[in-house]
C-alpha cells in the first residue's frame, strides 16, 4: 500500500464519518485538509522509497483509528442529545395537554362561581378574562360535555371501522369531493359531461337502428313488388 493509496483511503474514510455523523462538516474538511498536507510533508522527507512507505502507512494507521474513535463519539453524543430531545418534547407535550385540561376545569369553576353568584366575571376588573381566552375555553368546555357529540363521533369511528376497503375508499372519495369548492365543481362538471355523452350515445344508436329497420322494410316491399309484376309471384 502506497501514499497515494493510503490518502485515498483516509478521504473515503472521512466521507464515509461525514454521512455517519452528525457534526461540523466544514472543521471535518479542515482537519482532512491538514492531514493530507502533513502526509504530503512526511513524504516528501528524506525516506526511502520501500521504507518510505511503510512508515508512513504505520504512522497514519493511529491517525485514522483516532479519527474513527473522535466521530464514533460524537455520534453518540449526538444519539444522546437527539434522545433528551425527544423525551424533553413528549414531557412537554404532556405538560401541555394538562394545563389544557386545567384551564377548562378553572373555566368549569368559572361559569359555576358565575352561576352561583348571577353576576358576570367580567364585571370585576381583577377576575376579567379575555374574550379570545374566554371563548377558547368555553368552546371546550361545551364539547366535552356534550354527551351527543361525543357518542356521534363515536359511532362515526366505529361504523367507518366496519366498512369494507371499496366502502372506506369510496367514502374518502366522497369527503374529498365534498369539502373542497373546487373538487365540487369539477365533479358536477364531469358528471354532466358524462352524461351528456351518454344520452347523445343512445340516441344515435337508436336513430341509426330505426334507419336500418325502415330501410330493411322498404327494400322488402320493393322487392315483393319487383317479383309481382315481373314475375307474376308473391311472397
Not at 379570545?132 to 368546555?141: A, G, I, M, S, V
Not at 364531469?190 to 343512445?202: A, D, K, T
Amino acid at each position: 500500500m502506497d501514499t497515494s493509496s493510503i490518502c485515498h483511503f483516509n478521504i473515503h474514510m472521512r466521507c464515509f464519518e461525514l454521512f455517519q455523523g452528525q457534526a461540523n462538516a466544514n472543521d471535518w474538511v479542515a482537519e482532512a485538509v491538514k492531514d493530507v498536507n502533513m502526509m504530503g510533508r512526511s513524504s516528501s522527507s528524506g525516506m526511502s522509497p520501500v521504507g518510505g512507505d511503510s512508515e508512513t502507512a504505520v504512522t497514519l494507521l493511529p491517525i485514522l483509528q483516532a479519527q474513527r474513535e473522535r466521530f464514533r463519539q460524537r455520534n453518540q453524543e449526538l444519539e444522546a442529545q437527539n434522545l433528551e430531545q425527544q423525551q424533553q418534547m413528549a414531557l412537554l407535550h404532556s405538560e401541555v395537554e394538562r394545563l389544557r385540561t386545567d384551564n377548562v376545569a378553572l373555566y368549569e369553576k368559572v361559569r359555576f362561581l358565575q352561576s352561583y353568584s348571577g353576576q358576570r366575571a367580567t364585571k370585576n376588573p381583577a377576575a376579567a378574562i379575555s374574550s379570545e381566552t374566554e371563548e377558547l375555553y368555553e368552546r371546550q368546555y361545551e364539547d366535552r360535555l356534550d354527551p351527543f357529540a361525543s357518542f356521534s363521533r363515536r359511532e362515526r369511528q366505529r361504523k367507518l371501522a366496519q366498512l369494507g376497503p371499496f366502502e372506506r375508499i369510496t367514502y374518502s372519495m366522497g369527503q374529498m369531493i365534498l369539502s373542497s369548492r373546487v373538487a365540487r365543481t369539477a365533479g358536477v362538471i364531469y358528471f354532466s359531461v358524462l352524461h351528456l355523452l351518454v344520452f347523445l350515445v343512445l340516441y344515435r344508436l337508436a336513430y341509426t337502428e330505426t334507419c336500418h329497420r325502415d330501410m330493411a322494410a322498404e327494400c322488402a316491399q320493393k322487392y315483393d313488388d319487383h317479383m309481382l309484376e315481373a314475375h307474376g309471384l308473391h311472397n
